[in-house]
């Protein structure tokens, strides 16, 4: 049995999972300036983490294969836009 959570430390969940999408917004932001840099297997591993921010963010999967087949930052800048 786990041992019980002190307030803090609930305080500090609450409120992860209440700014998750403003979380995972600045980290695929973060990602995209990697991607321009990237190339080869970097670039790959950038898609990778690059995904599971823009899930967190609220793009559907369909928008995200799309932006993956373009491997544009551009074009994924431009999906970011609307939840600026």
């Known amino acids: 049995m786990p041992p019980e959570r ?3 430390q609930e305080k500090i969940i609450k409120n992860y999972y209440q ?12 990602a995209v ?5 990237s190339e080869g297997k970097k ?5 990778k983490r690059l995904t599971s921010h823009l899930e967190k963010v609220g ?5 995200i294969e799309h932006l993956r087949n373009e491997d544009s930052p551009e074009l994924v800048l431009e999906a970011l836009k ?3």
């Open 6 to 8: 002190s307030r803090y």
């Open 19 to 30: 700014n998750r999408d403003a979380i995972g917004l600045q980290k695929a932001q973060e």
């Open 33 to 37: 300036t990697e991607l321009y840099l």
């Open 43 to 47: 670039r790959e591993t950038v898609w």
């Open 59 to 63: 793009l559907t999967d369909k928008q």
């Open 82 to 84: 609307k939840f600026i």
